[in-house]
């Protein structure tokens, strides 16, 4: 089992950058896939980006490609969403999810473990 918290969230104005950071503890975090989600108020949530365990392969959302970057550093235990250029279409509470599947597919399946969300407000 593994635990998380997200952290990095805040309130930025349209076009600027922001990175969030998902700190794992517990199991390894080269165990898993890697995640992040987010929903709106009113919405779903929804598929953001996904890394794999050795971080050869990422997957995006066609919202957010282009302007969004996953990485991790298993050394660290950590996990990184940078998101550049925002728009005030991506205020929403983000959310980081380990995956015992496979990257590909966490856009689908989600995850196995979550963490607890951070707010991430963009005004126009």
């Known amino acids: 089992q593994v635990q998380l918290v997200e952290s990095g969230g805040g309130l930025v104005q349209a076009g600027d950058s922001l990175r969030l950071s998902c700190a794992a503890s517990?199991?390894?975090?080269?165990?898993?896939?890697m995640g992040w989600f987010r929903q709106a108020p009113g919405k779903e949530r929804e598929f953001v980006a996904s890394?794999?365990?050795?971080?050869?392969?990422?997957y995006y959302a066609d919202s957010v490609k282009g302007r969004f970057t996953i990485s991790r550093d298993n050394a660290k235990n950590t996990v990184y969403l940078q998101m550049n250029s925002l728009k005030p279409e991506d205020t929403a509470v983000y959310y980081c999810?380990?995956?015992?599947?496979?990257?590909?597919?966490?856009?689908?399946?989600?995850?196995?473990?979550w963490g607890q969300g951070t707010q991430v407000t963009v005004s126009s």
């Open positions: 517990g199991r390894t975090l080269s165990s898993y896939a």
């Open positions: 999810a380990a995956s015992t599947a496979t990257a590909q597919r966490m856009g689908a399946l989600g995850g196995n473990y």
């Open positions: 890394i794999s365990r050795n971080a050869i392969s990422t």
